[in-house]
Structure formats: C-alpha cells, structure tokens
C-alpha cells in the first residue's frame, strides 16, 4: 500500500470521529434529517478522504438504490454510503450525494473561536 496523502478543509468541517481525518465541509450539508441503521445521518454534496466499496443494489427506507460503502481513507471505518444509481425517479437528487452516518463523524470546532476567554463586565456595571 502506498502512502496516503489527505485533503485538507478550510472551514468549518466534519471529520472521522475515529481517526480524526477531515471528511467534509459543513457547507456540503444538503439534509441533517436522514436516518441510518444506527441512528441519524447527514447527506452531502462532497466529501473527501474517503475510498469506496463496490456497487450494490440495496433496499433502503425510500426504495431500491444502486450505493457504494463509504470508509475513511485513513483508519478504514465505515462511514456510510453513496448513492450511484436511484431506481425511483422521485429519489433521483441523491444520485453521486454521500450519506455519512452522525456516530462515524465528529464536528470540527473553528479556530476563530477562544474556548478560554472569560466573561467580562461591561461598562454600564459598577
């Protein structure tokens, strides 16, 4: 196996809760309100650091769709799928979208952020 190489992501991201490697940005979310085998799931537009599994048909909760298992490129965790083909014409915009399960993903608290600021007295307290 070669060496791997990761994609980094400006902004506020989500990244594997195993092993830490950035996955997604924040601003790929198309739907918080999906559900998975173990709970809820976010679909995304993009995702990176990833390698997928091979195609299957599988019967999901919205009908029969064509989807690749998603694992992280680092530790090898399933995530979560890809949805290559939908049989339904109504479940067509899922089409090339990821769906990454919420226990596999952690969010990534921005930088910008000063956890240990104090709360301070404003001018008008004496």
């Not at 400006?10 to 940005?25: E, M, N, V």
């Not at 679909?43 to 029969?64: D, Y």
């Not at 399960?101 to 608290?109: D, G, L, P, V």
Request: proline share 2%; with cysteine; glycine share 8%.
């Amino acid at each position: 196996m070669g060496r791997v190489f990761l994609v980094e992501l400006g902004g506020r991201a989500y990244r594997c809760s195993f092993c830490d490697s950035p996955l997604a940005l924040a601003d790929d979310i198309l739907s918080r309100s999906f559900n998975c085998r173990q709970g809820r799931a976010y679909l995304f537009n993009n995702v990176v650091n990833i390698t997928l599994g091979a195609e299957e048909e599988r019967l999901m909760l919205s009908g029969m769709h064509t989807v690749e298992d998603v694992y992280c490129c680092c530790c090898g965790q399933m995530l979560g799928w890809k949805y290559v083909a939908a049989h339904d014409k109504n479940q067509k915009y899922k089409e090339g979208k990821f769906v990454l399960e919420r226990w596999t993903i952690a969010e990534e608290i921005a930088q910008d952020f000063n956890l240990d600021a104090q709360p301070g007295s404003s001018d008008a307290e004496a």
